[in-house]
């Protein structure tokens, strides 16, 4: 998957693209809007690290931290785009 994102920040809008997993978390996260991405609502081998390469490149994320029970209970992180965004494909994939 490859893909350009528009981030809508403040005064001014910065336009990257991605491909790969971080073309793909990206989607993710913009889909999701103010709901955010947890792990277990959009499964993937690596949240942890797709969202540290995309503030790498200067995209906001917040994690928030929520409880959660059941046999291993604990911890697990959720992440919302702290900003507007839209994203387009490049080439002929889909987004989904």
Known sequence: M???????LSEQSR???LKGRLGWAMVQ??????????????????WS???FDLR???IPIETIMEPHEGNYPG????YVL?????VQPLGSEALT
């Open 29 to 46: 996260l913009v889909e999701a809007g103010a709901k955010g991405v947890t792990p277990i609502s959009r499964p993937a081998p690596r």
């Open 82 to 86: 702290s900003c507007d965004a839209e």
């Open 75 to 78: 911890l697990h992180a959720r």
């Open 49 to 51: 690290g797709y969202v």
């Open 15 to 17: 336009t990257f693209e």
């Open 2 to 8: 490859k893909i350009r994102a528009t981030l809508f």
């Open 56 to 58: 790498e490149l200067g």
